[in-house]
Protein backbone atom coordinates (compact mmCIF):
# COMPACT_ATOMS: atom_id res chain seq x y z
CA UNK A 1 0.00 0.00 0.00
CA UNK A 2 1.36 3.10 -0.78
CA UNK A 3 1.30 6.16 1.38
CA UNK A 4 -0.52 9.35 0.81
CA UNK A 5 0.60 12.46 2.21
CA UNK A 6 -2.11 14.49 3.55
CA UNK A 7 -2.31 18.22 2.39
CA UNK A 8 -0.84 21.05 3.82
CA UNK A 9 -3.24 22.79 6.49
CA UNK A 10 -3.93 26.71 5.78
CA UNK A 11 -1.23 28.31 7.00
CA UNK A 12 1.50 25.93 6.83
CA UNK A 13 5.17 27.35 6.28
CA UNK A 14 6.49 25.99 2.43
CA UNK A 15 10.46 26.64 2.52
CA UNK A 16 11.72 27.13 -0.99
CA UNK A 17 15.33 26.57 -1.26
CA UNK A 18 16.49 29.59 -3.37
CA UNK A 19 15.62 32.76 -3.85
CA UNK A 20 15.40 33.60 -7.73
CA UNK A 21 12.19 34.47 -9.53
CA UNK A 22 10.72 30.87 -9.81
CA UNK A 23 10.83 31.16 -5.69
CA UNK A 24 9.14 34.56 -6.14
CA UNK A 25 6.39 33.13 -8.19
CA UNK A 26 6.14 29.83 -5.89
CA UNK A 27 5.82 32.29 -3.03
CA UNK A 28 2.93 34.37 -4.43
CA UNK A 29 1.01 31.11 -5.74
CA UNK A 30 1.47 29.98 -2.08
CA UNK A 31 -0.06 32.88 -0.64
CA UNK A 32 -2.84 32.65 -2.90
CA UNK A 33 -3.80 29.67 -1.66
CA UNK A 34 -3.16 30.52 1.63
CA UNK A 35 -0.14 29.20 2.47
CA UNK A 36 2.98 30.95 3.93
CA UNK A 37 6.82 30.62 2.38
CA UNK A 38 10.39 30.79 4.26
CA UNK A 39 12.92 31.04 1.40
CA UNK A 40 16.65 29.88 2.00
CA UNK A 41 18.45 31.98 0.14
CA UNK A 42 22.18 33.78 -0.10
CA UNK A 43 20.84 36.98 -1.78
CA UNK A 44 18.60 39.01 1.18
CA UNK A 45 17.59 41.04 -1.72
CA UNK A 46 16.78 38.36 -4.40
CA UNK A 47 13.02 38.91 -5.94
CA UNK A 48 11.69 35.74 -3.70
CA UNK A 49 12.97 37.22 -0.61
CA UNK A 50 10.75 40.61 -1.60
CA UNK A 51 7.07 38.60 -1.53
CA UNK A 52 8.14 35.89 1.20
CA UNK A 53 7.46 35.84 5.13
CA UNK A 54 10.26 34.87 6.60
CA UNK A 55 14.27 34.75 4.58
CA UNK A 56 17.08 32.29 6.07
CA UNK A 57 20.29 33.95 4.86
CA UNK A 58 22.81 30.87 4.39
CA UNK A 59 24.69 28.70 1.79
CA UNK A 60 23.21 25.93 -0.03
CA UNK A 61 25.21 23.55 2.25
CA UNK A 62 25.89 25.45 5.67
CA UNK A 63 24.61 22.45 7.75
CA UNK A 64 23.42 25.20 10.27
CA UNK A 65 21.63 27.34 7.56
CA UNK A 66 19.79 23.99 6.39
CA UNK A 67 18.59 22.52 9.84
CA UNK A 68 17.90 26.14 11.09
CA UNK A 69 15.97 26.48 7.61
CA UNK A 70 13.77 23.27 8.45
CA UNK A 71 12.98 23.38 11.50
CA UNK A 72 11.08 26.75 10.82
CA UNK A 73 8.90 25.01 7.65
CA UNK A 74 6.40 22.58 7.26
CA UNK A 75 8.09 20.63 3.96
CA UNK A 76 10.48 21.89 1.57
CA UNK A 77 11.24 21.97 -1.81
CA UNK A 78 13.79 23.91 -4.31
CA UNK A 79 13.75 25.90 -7.48
CA UNK A 80 16.57 24.61 -9.31
CA UNK A 81 18.46 21.08 -9.64
CA UNK A 82 22.07 22.67 -8.43
CA UNK A 83 21.02 21.78 -5.21
CA UNK A 84 23.11 18.98 -2.89
CA UNK A 85 21.15 16.01 -3.16
CA UNK A 86 22.83 15.83 0.39
CA UNK A 87 21.79 18.74 1.43
CA UNK A 88 18.24 17.88 0.77
CA UNK A 89 18.62 14.51 2.53
CA UNK A 90 19.73 16.84 5.36
CA UNK A 91 16.77 18.83 5.37
CA UNK A 92 14.46 15.76 4.98
CA UNK A 93 15.89 14.65 8.37
CA UNK A 94 13.26 17.70 10.04
CA UNK A 95 10.46 17.80 7.35
CA UNK A 96 8.99 16.13 4.33
CA UNK A 97 10.93 17.32 1.23
CA UNK A 98 9.29 17.31 -2.34
CA UNK A 99 10.77 16.16 -4.75
CA UNK A 100 12.89 14.24 -2.37
CA UNK A 101 16.86 13.91 -2.55
CA UNK A 102 16.67 10.39 -4.57
CA UNK A 103 14.82 11.88 -7.15
CA UNK A 104 17.44 14.90 -7.52
CA UNK A 105 19.98 12.53 -7.90
CA UNK A 106 18.42 10.94 -10.68
CA UNK A 107 17.21 14.10 -12.95
CA UNK A 108 21.11 15.37 -11.58
CA UNK A 109 22.45 12.50 -13.82
CA UNK A 110 21.27 12.07 -17.52
CA UNK A 111 21.69 8.56 -17.93
CA UNK A 112 20.43 7.54 -14.76
CA UNK A 113 17.20 9.76 -15.49
CA UNK A 114 16.80 8.07 -18.79
CA UNK A 115 17.39 4.68 -17.72
CA UNK A 116 15.00 5.79 -14.33
CA UNK A 117 12.29 6.60 -17.44
CA UNK A 118 12.99 3.44 -19.56
CA UNK A 119 12.33 1.52 -16.38
CA UNK A 120 8.99 2.84 -15.66
CA UNK A 121 7.90 2.59 -19.49
CA UNK A 122 8.42 6.28 -20.32
CA UNK A 123 8.29 6.37 -24.11
CA UNK A 124 11.95 7.96 -25.05
CA UNK A 125 13.83 8.95 -28.19
CA UNK A 126 16.42 6.22 -28.86
CA UNK A 127 19.15 6.81 -27.00
CA UNK A 128 22.71 5.13 -26.14
CA UNK A 129 25.03 6.17 -23.18
CA UNK A 130 28.54 7.10 -24.86
CA UNK A 131 31.11 7.13 -22.08
CA UNK A 132 34.27 6.34 -23.58
CA UNK A 133 35.45 5.65 -27.03
CA UNK A 134 34.28 2.04 -26.83
CA UNK A 135 30.77 3.03 -25.65
CA UNK A 136 30.41 5.14 -28.76
CA UNK A 137 31.64 2.51 -31.00
CA UNK A 138 29.02 -0.05 -29.93
CA UNK A 139 26.29 2.88 -31.29
CA UNK A 140 24.60 1.70 -34.08
CA UNK A 141 26.74 2.88 -37.21
CA UNK A 142 23.44 4.56 -38.86
CA UNK A 143 23.34 7.23 -35.68
CA UNK A 144 23.34 10.75 -35.95
CA UNK A 145 24.70 12.20 -32.34
CA UNK A 146 23.61 15.27 -31.20
CA UNK A 147 25.95 15.79 -28.33
CA UNK A 148 25.70 18.16 -25.19
CA UNK A 149 26.58 17.10 -21.96
CA UNK A 150 26.85 17.98 -18.84
CA UNK A 151 28.64 16.46 -16.04
CA UNK A 152 26.30 15.49 -13.18
CA UNK A 153 26.04 17.43 -9.92
CA UNK A 154 29.16 19.68 -10.85
CA UNK A 155 26.91 22.76 -11.61
CA UNK A 156 29.13 23.51 -14.66
CA UNK A 157 28.17 22.47 -18.50
CA UNK A 158 30.43 21.65 -21.33
CA UNK A 159 30.18 24.23 -23.76
CA UNK A 160 29.93 21.33 -26.88
CA UNK A 161 27.19 20.92 -29.30
CA UNK A 162 28.08 18.45 -32.00
CA UNK A 163 26.60 16.13 -35.08
CA UNK A 164 28.49 13.58 -35.73
CA UNK A 165 28.07 9.94 -36.91
CA UNK A 166 30.05 7.47 -34.77
CA UNK A 167 32.09 5.43 -37.04
CA UNK A 168 33.82 8.55 -38.96
CA UNK A 169 34.25 12.36 -37.28
CA UNK A 170 34.12 10.80 -33.55
CA UNK A 171 37.73 11.41 -32.60
CA UNK A 172 37.85 15.57 -33.16
CA UNK A 173 34.89 15.65 -30.53
CA UNK A 174 35.75 13.47 -27.90
CA UNK A 175 38.62 15.94 -26.18
CA UNK A 176 37.49 17.75 -23.15
CA UNK A 177 36.20 21.15 -23.37
CA UNK A 178 36.54 23.59 -20.12
CA UNK A 179 33.34 23.91 -18.21
CA UNK A 180 31.41 26.93 -18.17
CA UNK A 181 29.78 27.92 -14.46
CA UNK A 182 25.87 28.40 -14.53
Known amino acids: ?30 SRL ?15 AQVCNAVT ?7 AALDNFAKAVDVVTFEFENISADALDRLSRHCPVRPSGHILRISQD ?7 LASAGVPLAPWHAVTDHATLHEAPANWVFRSFSRPPVTGT ?19 PLPPTRW
Not at 157 to 175: D, E, G, K, Q, V
Request: charge should be positive; glycine fraction near 10%.
Open 1 to 30: MTHTPAALPPNAVIGIVGGGQLGRMSAVAA
Open 34 to 48: GYKTHILTQDAHGPA
Open 57 to 63: LGAYDDP
Open 110 to 116: RLAEKSF
Open 157 to 175: MARASAAFTPRRSWRMHLR
